[in-house]
Nanobody, 124 residues
Framework: QVQLVESGGGLVQAGGSLRLSCAASGLTSSSYNMGWFRQAPEKEREFVAAISWNVGNTRYADSVKGRFTISRDNAKNTVYLQMNSLKPEDTAVYYC?????????????????WGQGTQVTVSS
């Protein structure tokens, strides 16, 4: 069974940094895409960043470009989201997701597997 486990969430002041980790297991193929999504209270889940596992191509939402960086460590089967210059509007539950085919990287519905999420709170 595929399992994604997020970690690294917490409380940080505006302007600070935080790094999220997503440990993946059960994905035997190296051709899948990994994504980070976030959901604030009473808002829709939205795309944050994505990376292709084999090639390392990256994509970002306009709201986080220049501030967030997605990366992966193939040996550790782990995807990271480095978040810098954090703003209060970044406050949300952050989810790690995976798709085992080349789908729409920005679409929630295109991802088959999801983690439980980790809370990120940015104080003003």
């Amino acid at each position: 069974q595929v399992q994604l486990v997020e970690s690294g969430g917490g409380l940080v002041q505006a302007g600070g940094s935080l790094r999220l980790s997503c440990a993946a297991s059960g994905l035997t193929s190296s051709s899948y895409n990994m994504g980070w999504f976030r959901q604030a209270p009473e808002k829709e889940r939205e795309f944050v960043a994505a990376i292709s596992w084999n090639v390392g191509n990256t994509r970002y939402a306009d709201s986080v470009k220049g501030r967030f960086t997605i990366s992966r460590d193939n040996a550790k089967n782990t995807v990271y989201l480095q978040m810098n210059s954090l703003k209060p509007e970044d406050t949300a539950v952050y989810y790690c997701a995976a798709q085992d085919y080349s789908g729409r990287y920005y679409s929630v519905g295109a991802y088959q597997y999801w983690g439980q999420g980790t809370q990120v709170t940015v104080s003003s």
